[in-house]
């Protein structure tokens, strides 16, 4: 059994004005999306857009789990050895490679 306390503390996330960015952009994609469907495009130029928007997805998924695992999983009161942040460093670069 775990007995791992949980932090209350509110999550900073790093680059927060790049990410929002990165929405908007995808947003703008899913708009084309639509837009593309409204008016019978090819079914190759849809499923290209798709695809880039699969993509952008999971490169703002990697980097919202790269905060996460660098910055918020360590407990507070911790500091993390050079090795554990080498880990997490090898786990965050095997996943981003794993969203493309």
Not at 29 to 52: M, T, Y
Request: glycine share 6%; with cysteine; hydrophobic share 40%.
């Amino acid at each position: 059994m775990s007995t791992q306390k949980k932090s209350n503390s509110k999550h900073t996330i790093t680059n927060k004005s790049k990410l929002l960015i990165r929405v908007k952009k995808i947003k703008g994609q899913l708009e084309g999306v639509e837009k593309a469907l409204e008016i019978d495009k090819d079914c190759k130029e849809i499923l290209h857009i798709i695809s880039s928007i699969r993509g952008a997805l999971g490169g703002l998924m990697a980097e919202v789990m790269e905060s996460h695992i660098l910055n918020h999983m360590g407990d507070d009161n911790v500091s993390l050895s050079e090795k554990e942040v080498l880990m997490a460093q090898e786990l965050v670069e095997s996943m981003k490679a794993f969203m493309k």
